[in-house]
Every structure is written in structure tokens, then in C-alpha cells.
């Protein structure tokens, strides 16, 4: 029996706490729902995993914390919900089609979309940003990755908020990759927006992901529905409740809750432990003739690493770690074409990822080292 390694932290982070697990379990046990009239367990419950995740995203408004069913809806919501026919958006070539997707949807319907300067490795030209916010004030928005599902660079976010909100241009980020990876202080950071999951990075489980509106942003919720406030007209934009129509997923939410309060280590100590395990594998395979490193250059960057060959379509290369070495990685386009055009790797069918955290260990590590250097020798 082939031992499996797990090396596709970036499509969903396993394996789950026990406290995660048990979590889901007693919450899915539980009876009742939150937001049914006079305040129940489940109403203070929701709150409590709101505080927690505002805490863990240095936040002291709770409430501008919502609760979406993953990512692409919190991005979707974004998105539809404050761009309109004329609006001008500058986004990056590097986005996932959960941005991308909606983008087109809206381009259709009369959205201007103009593509931010990048760098080779699809990292935005901040210069380029600053000069074209300095000559013109016709964006309505700033879309941009805060970190690659492809390559793991960091894009500057840090600097592109900056500039947004001198410009005056909201700045939405999605954030889906990073929560967990690195340490995020939204109060400082101050977007517009930031989207993140809940089952990858955070640990949670799959079903829940976290949006962060700033005060001065409201877009139109996505969705409508019962609350169990009001009558049966449109009700004024509340937070968290606007957003929340229907019942909400409270095993999940609970789950991702206790993936955030039962974690053992700071985040300092998992960027760090993390940084440590992306230098072994990019320097245990930098010299195997063959295989090609995406933006290997880079050390600010996610624990993900993926490599191209001349030798080996993705496919192969995925099916070969698998079958005879049991290394379950993630080959294609990643859900981002834009991005491998911009690298000249969607042609040859994109590229093999390998995604970790903390939780992997080194002899992983090792393990997919020696595999690589086999398959190549």
C-alpha cells in the first residue's frame, strides 16, 4: 500500500482538527436557527464565531463580517452587487475565474474591464497603477488576488489599497488563498472588500467563507429573502442581516469557528513554518533537469509551488506522482487562464501545483523530492 501525500492544500486543507470535526458534529445536533425572532443559542453562537473571525482578522466591527457559502458567492455578491452598466474596473491578469467569470457576465452587460500591468510573473505594476489613477479618476473599482492559487506570489495589496483609497477607488480583494497562510490585518489594510474561503487555509470545512465589507461599502445583497424581520417589502441594508437571507449553515460556521480558536500555533509561526517547507521543495528541485519552476525566484510568496516540463504534459506528470508515489497534486489551468497565458504555460495544458501548510511535514517534503528526481533522472 503506497502511503498518499497530500500536497493539494491550495483546493482544500485536510486533514481537519478534531476539534473542527466535532464542531460540525454537535452543531449539526443542535436544534434551531439564528435570526427567528427572540435571540436563541444558535443567534449567539453565530455571533461568537463572528467575533472570533473579526478578532482573527484584527477587526473590531464584528459586523461588517458576513458569512457567504465560500469565496466565489462572497465574490459574485461584491461584484454584481456594486458595479453597474458604464463602470470602468481595473483588474489583474493573475485572477481566478471566480472574479473573471463575473467580470465577463458584467461585461457584457456594459462593464469596461481594463487589465493592470503586470509583471512577468503576474504580479501587479504598482508604478503603472499610481500613473494611471494619477491622469485619470474614472475607475469605479480596483479587483485584484492579495495571493496566486498558480504561481504562490503575493500580490502588492499593501500598496494597491494604498493608492485606491487615496484615488478614492474602492479596492476589492480576493483573498481566498491567503487566510490562514499569512497574517491579514484588514483594519489596516483598509479595502474596500476582501473575500476569503473558509475550507482552505482557515481549515474549516467546505460551505462557508468569510466577506469583509468596510463601512462605507454596501453593496446590494446577491440574494433576498426571510431574515424573520420586517414585512414583505424591500427592508433597509443592515449588516450582518441584509446579507443573510435564508438559513444559514451554522455546523459549518461553527466548524470554522473552532478551525480558528482550537489552532495551537500563531500565525507568525505558521508563515514561518510554512516559508521553511517552500524553500526545501523549491531548492530540492530547482536543479532536476526537466522540470521549469513557476516565479521560483520569489521568496514573498504562499506555500504553493508549481512546476512546468518539457518532458512531461501536467497530466502525466500528476498521474505518475500519484499512481506510483502516491502524491496527490493539482494539474491543469487552476481555474485561472488569464494568468498561465500571461506566463505561456496555457498552451502545454497549464502546470502541476504542489500546495502545503504547516500541518505537512518534512519527510512529505522529502518524499515528493525524490519522486520528482526519479521521475527525471
Given at each position: 500500500?503506497?502511503?498518499k501525500?497530500?500536497?493539494?492544500?491550495?483546493?482544500?486543507s485536510?486533514?481537519?482538527?478534531?476539534?473542527?470535526?466535532?464542531?460540525?458534529?454537535?452543531?449539526?445536533?443542535?436544534?434551531?436557527?439564528?435570526?427567528?425572532?427572540?435571540?436563541?443559542?444558535?443567534?449567539?453562537?453565530?455571533?461568537?464565531?463572528?467575533?472570533?473571525?473579526?478578532?482573527?482578522?484584527?477587526c473590531?466591527?464584528?459586523?461588517d463580517?458576513i458569512?457567504?457559502?465560500?469565496?466565489?458567492?462572497?465574490?459574485?455578491?461584491?461584484?454584481?452587487?456594486?458595479?453597474?452598466?458604464?463602470?470602468?474596473?481595473?483588474?489583474?491578469?493573475?485572477?481566478?475565474?471566480?472574479?473573471?467569470?463575473?467580470?465577463?457576465?458584467?461585461?457584457?452587460?456594459?462593464?469596461?474591464?481594463e487589465?493592470?500591468?503586470?509583471?512577468?510573473?503576474?504580479?501587479?505594476?504598482?508604478?503603472?497603477?499610481?500613473?494611471?489613477?494619477?491622469?485619470?479618476?474614472?475607475?469605479?473599482?480596483?479587483?485584484?488576488?492579495?495571493?496566486?492559487?498558480?504561481?504562490?506570489?503575493?500580490?502588492?495589496?499593501?500598496?494597491?489599497?494604498?493608492?485606491?483609497?487615496?484615488?478614492?477607488?474602492?479596492?476589492?480583494?480576493?483573498?481566498?488563498?491567503?487566510?490562514?497562510?499569512?497574517?491579514?490585518?484588514l483594519?489596516?489594510?483598509?479595502?474596500?472588500?476582501?473575500?476569503?474561503?473558509?475550507?482552505?487555509?482557515?481549515?474549516?470545512?467546505?460551505?462557508?467563507?468569510?466577506?469583509?465589507?468596510?463601512?462605507?461599502?454596501?453593496?446590494?445583497?446577491?440574494?433576498?429573502?426571510?431574515?424573520?424581520?420586517?414585512?414583505?417589502?424591500?427592508?433597509?441594508?443592515?449588516?450582518?442581516?441584509?446579507?443573510?437571507?435564508?438559513?444559514?449553515?451554522?455546523?459549518?460556521?461553527m466548524?470554522?469557528?473552532?478551525?480558528?480558536?482550537?489552532?495551537?500555533?500563531s500565525?507568525?509561526?505558521?508563515?514561518?513554518?510554512?516559508?521553511?517547507?517552500?524553500?526545501?521543495?523549491?531548492?530540492?528541485?530547482?536543479?532536476?533537469?526537466?522540470?521549469?519552476i513557476?516565479?521560483?525566484?520569489?521568496?514573498?510568496?504562499?506555500?504553493?509551488?508549481?512546476?512546468?516540463?518539457?518532458?512531461?504534459?501536467?497530466?502525466?506528470?500528476?498521474?505518475m506522482?500519484?499512481?506510483?508515489?502516491?502524491?496527490?497534486?493539482r494539474?491543469?489551468?487552476?481555474?485561472?487562464?488569464?494568468?498561465?497565458?500571461?506566463?505561456?504555460?496555457?498552451?502545454?495544458?497549464?502546470?502541476?501545483?504542489?500546495s502545503?501548510?504547516?500541518?505537512?511535514?518534512?519527510?512529505?517534503?522529502?518524499?515528493?523530492?525524490?519522486?520528482l528526481?526519479?521521475?527525471?533522472?
Open positions: 500500500m503506497i502511503r501525500i497530500y500536497m493539494d492544500e491550495a483546493t482544500t485536510w486533514p481537519k482538527s478534531k476539534a473542527t470535526v466535532d464542531a460540525l458534529v454537535q452543531s449539526a445536533d443542535d436544534f434551531g436557527s439564528s435570526s427567528r425572532g427572540l435571540p436563541s443559542p444558535a443567534d449567539r453562537e453565530l455571533a461568537h464565531a463572528r467575533s472570533a473571525v473579526a478578532h482573527y482578522f484584527s473590531d466591527a464584528a459586523d463580517f458569512f457567504v457559502p465560500g469565496a466565489t458567492y462572497g465574490t459574485n455578491l461584491v461584484l454584481k452587487g456594486y458595479l453597474k452598466p458604464g463602470d470602468k474596473v481595473l483588474v489583474s491578469v493573475s485572477e481566478h475565474n471566480a472574479v473573471l467569470r463575473p467580470l465577463a457576465e458584467l461585461a457584457a452587460c456594459g462593464i469596461e474591464l487589465w493592470l500591468a503586470s509583471d512577468a510573473a503576474g504580479r501587479v505594476d504598482v508604478s503603472a497603477l499610481g500613473q494611471s489613477l494619477a491622469h485619470s479618476h474614472e475607475a469605479a473599482a480596483i479587483i485584484c488576488q492579495h495571493g496566486s492559487n498558480v504561481t504562490g506570489l503575493l500580490q502588492p495589496v499593501e500598496e494597491i489599497c494604498a493608492l485606491g483609497n487615496e484615488y478614492g477607488v474602492p479596492v476589492i480583494v480576493d483573498g481566498a488563498q491567503v487566510g490562514g497562510h499569512i497574517t491579514v490585518d483594519a489596516e489594510l483598509n479595502p474596500a472588500a476582501w473575500i476569503c474561503s473558509g475550507h482552505k487555509g482557515l481549515r474549516g470545512i467546505k460551505g462557508v467563507g468569510v466577506l469583509y465589507l468596510r463601512k462605507d461599502f454596501n453593496p446590494r445583497p446577491l440574494i433576498t429573502g426571510g431574515t424573520g424581520f420586517g414585512d414583505e417589502s424591500i427592508p433597509l441594508l443592515e449588516r450582518p442581516t441584509s446579507y443573510a437571507a435564508g438559513t444559514e449553515p451554522l455546523p459549518a460556521i466548524a470554522l469557528r473552532a478551525a480558528l480558536e482550537n489552532e495551537s500555533r500565525l507568525g509561526e505558521i508563515e514561518r513554518e510554512e516559508a521553511e517547507r517552500t524553500k526545501m521543495l523549491i531548492e530540492g528541485i530547482r536543479g532536476i533537469e526537466g522540470i521549469r513557476l516565479a521560483a525566484g520569489d521568496d514573498r510568496r504562499l506555500p504553493i509551488v508549481s512546476v512546468v516540463s518539457d518532458r512531461h504534459s501536467p497530466d502525466e506528470l500528476a498521474f506522482l500519484s499512481r506510483k508515489y502516491g502524491i496527490m497534486t494539474p491543469g489551468l487552476h481555474c485561472a487562464p488569464k494568468l498561465h497565458k500571461h506566463l505561456e504555460t496555457f498552451q502545454s495544458g497549464g502546470a502541476v501545483r504542489f502545503f501548510s504547516h500541518e505537512t511535514s518534512f519527510e512529505d517534503i522529502e518524499s515528493t523530492v525524490r519522486a528526481t526519479e521521475i527525471f533522472h
